[in-house]
């Protein structure tokens, strides 16, 4: 599975941005979903993750309320809807794909996008 992940870019603080991951070369429609993060200094953290059927979905504390994660298996495309970003949101973000249940853990995740930069001004 070849992961591509895009929409990032840079918005005031109170802004909002859609990202988008688009799978190609096996369907994710079997897989769990995941959106990660990584700032400058930091470890890679959870955003978000969405079941393989998208019944279930799960937030970090730091996002919940303000990001949506979903999924179109259809498309094979996931996306996650970020409102009211905080510069505290800045960071690379990621996509990632496991077989099995979702994951807060990104070691669990088999495949990875290639990243996605987003900036939040204050």
């Known amino acids: 599975v070849q992961l591509q992940a895009s929409g990032g870019g840079l918005v005031p603080a109170g802004g909002s941005l859609r990202l988008s991951c688009a799978a190609s070369g096996r369907t994710i429609s079997n897989r769990a979903m995941g959106w990660f993060r990584q700032a400058p200094g930091k470890e890679r953290e959870f955003v978000a993750a969405i079941t393989w059927g998208g019944s279930s979905t799960d937030y970090a504390d730091s996002v919940k309320g303000r990001f949506t994660i979903s999924r179109d298996n259809a498309k094979n495309t996931v996306w996650l809807q970020m409102n009211s970003l905080k510069p505290e949101d800045t960071a690379v973000y990621y996509c990632?794909?496991?077989?099995?249940?979702?994951?807060?853990?990104?070691?669990?995740?088999?495949?990875w996008g290639q990243g996605t930069q987003v900036t939040v001004s204050s």
């Open positions: 990632a794909a496991r077989r099995g249940p979702y994951s807060y853990s990104a070691d669990d995740y088999e495949y």
